[in-house]
């Protein structure tokens, strides 16, 4: 079960998407995260991040460094999200990507990946 919910993507250009999800009220991450306050926690906030970069660079990848990341809102059940990514022309397979909930900057930084091997 995937635990939120892509309602829409649209790409912007060759190197900017956009997409947009909701986090199911009963995502595993919810779980003791924190009893009766229930936020997203990061690590998850950064899966939802590589999920929008697979998606607009087509390709099978995994995270080799994330930088300058920073969580400022916090990210609740039900919460409608924008995730937006644009791939970095100043850095070979890095992305900038911003959560966005409501008109509120919940997470922004940068993302540096690589191809799975198989």
């Given amino acids: 079960m995937k635990w939120y919910s892509l309602v829409k993507a649209d790409r912007l250009s060759s ?7 909701e986090v199911l009220p009963d995502s595993p991450w919810f779980s003791g995260h924190f009893p009766g306050e229930p936020i997203l926690p990061g690590i998850a906030q950064l899966e939802m991040a590589l999920d929008g970069i697979k998606r607009l660079s087509k390709k ?17 059940p039900n919460n409608k999200i924008g995730i937006k990514i644009a791939l970095r022309k100043e850095e070979v397979l890095s992305y900038s990507f911003r959560i966005m909930v409501g008109e509120e900057m919940a997470c922004n930084g940068i993302m540096t990946v690589e191809e799975l091997e198989h």
């Fill in 15 to 21: 190197n900017e998407i956009i997409m947009y999800a």
């Fill in 60 to 76: 099978d990848l995994k995270i080799s460094g994330i930088r300058k990341v920073r969580f400022k809102q916090f990210i609740r």
